[in-house]
Every structure is written in C-alpha cells, then in structure tokens.
C-alpha cells in the first residue's frame, strides 16, 4: 500500500481536533493529553514526516522492528517507547534506547529491566499493563494482582513505576468498551490514592485508534493511535 503525506497530515490534525474535543468534553485541556502514534510496520520516512508535523511520541511493539528503525527515527523532539510484549531476553536491547516501557507484567520482567539499566547506569521508566478484560491469552497483569505486583517492583533499583497501561477486549458497541476503560481509570485512582512510596501515578495509557475518543473522555491521558494515523497497515 502507497501511504500519502497529505492523508498522515489530514489525520494528524483530525485525531488532535477530536482529542481536543475529549479532552474539554471530560473537564481537561488538550495538553492534558498525550498523544501517541503505534508505528508498528510503518517506515521511517513516515515517521518523521508525523514528527515534523509535531507529533512527539512514538511507540514500537517489537524489539527487532525497533531496533532496525532505530537509527533513521528523527528522535530530537520525539520520546521512543515500547508498548508491546517484551520478552526478558530482549530487555538489554532496548534499555537506554526507549523513553518508557509501557508493558512490564511480572516480577520477572521488572527484575530484568532493573538489572540492565543498573548495569548500564540508567533509571528506565515503565508502566505496568493490566489486563482489564481477564483475557487468557493477553499480557497483562490481572487487576486482582496488580498491587502485589506494584509493592515487589518498588524495591528494585533503577526502575520507576509511571502509571498503568491497558489494551481491553474488542467489543461490539461503546457501553462495553467505555465500562473496561471506566474500571482502568478507578483502579488508577485508587493506586494513586495509596501513595506508595516510588510510584507516581501519572500516566494512564489507553485507546487506540478505534476507541481513543471513549478512553478520554473515561479518563486516559495518554492514547495510542495507529491506523487511524497511517492508513491500514500492511505486514510484509
Ligand atoms: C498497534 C497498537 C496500537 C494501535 O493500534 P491501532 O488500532 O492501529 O490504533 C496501540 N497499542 C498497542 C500496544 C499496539 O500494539
């Protein structure tokens, strides 16, 4: 498929005009809100063409995609993240290089990100994924454990808990999708309201291009946005 500049330009300011809309529909202003585009399969001259029309955060989902688009991202006003599942063994490969790790779940794979970034010398901040839906076979942790969870991290050096990430079920109408990201939102505030030492609550990631609108305005302040910003994707 040809992607066209003009079509990533029309959508970038279409998604910033309805995340504006959300954003004052839900009581906040439009800087409250950060918006990220998955680039997932997109090449890097589209990037950086989103990036020069002001976007300014960008996630990958894979380690190897990452890695060999790593060099070409014009990254100067732009934070990198990773925001799908990251196997342990890859953790040395992205630490220092990404901004935010958006999908720790385990013990595990905390205790590797805060091995690495010992070693290196660097603090890597993360948010932990929640599986809101109780998917079997989704990442996540389950609301049930997330606390246990949180409390086992803290004590890790050079890793920093900045807030929660989801990715709900796909449903059929906007009641269902709108009650998962109303639940993610109060289980955010009542992380918050425990004030555990070492965890700020600052970020709560949800939405995605078909559903960002619904996550605003239930409370996200970070949404992740892909085709609706570069077109279908294409898996060569
Ligand atoms: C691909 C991806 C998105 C964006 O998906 P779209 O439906 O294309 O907006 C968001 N979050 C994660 C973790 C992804 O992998």
Redesign the pocket.
């Given at each position: 498929m040809e992607r066209s500049l003009a079509d990533i330009e029309y959508n970038y300011k279409y998604i910033n005009e309805k995340i504006a809309e959300a954003a004052i529909r839900s009581g906040r202003k439009r800087e409250d809100i950060t918006f990220l585009s998955?680039t997932?399969t997109v090449e890097p001259e589209y990037i950086n063409y989103a990036i020069s029309l002001g976007l300014d955060h960008i996630?990958e989902?894979r380690v190897q995609e990452l890695l060999s688009k790593y060099d070409e991202y014009n990254l100067d006003n732009c934070s990198l993240q990773f925001?799908?599942h990251l196997q342990s063994n890859k953790v040395r490969q992205i630490v220092g290089k990404v901004d935010l790790i958006?999908?720790v779940d385990s013990v595990k794979l905390a205790s590797e990100i805060s091995r690495v970034s010992t070693n290196k010398n660097l603090t890597t901040d993360v948010l932990i994924e929640v599986n809101i839906g109780g998917e079997e076979n989704k990442s996540g942790v389950s609301p049930q454990n997330l606390e246990n969870l949180i409390e086992q991290i803290i004590d890790l050096p050079s890793i920093n808990i900045k807030g929660l990430m989801t990715?709900p079920p796909i449903c059929d109408n906007s009641d269902k999708i709108r009650k998962y990201f109303y639940d993610m939102r109060n289980i955010f505030l009542d992380i918050s309201a425990k004030n555990i030492d070492n965890v700020s609550m600052d970020i709560l990631s949800m939405g995605?291009?078909?559903d960002y609108y619904e996550a605003i305005l239930e409370g996200a302040n970070m949404v992740?946005?892909?085709?609706?910003l570069f077109g279908n994707?294409v898996y060569k």
């Open positions: 998955a997932k996630g989902n925001i799908g958006q999908s990715i995605m291009s078909s992740r946005i892909g085709s609706a994707r």
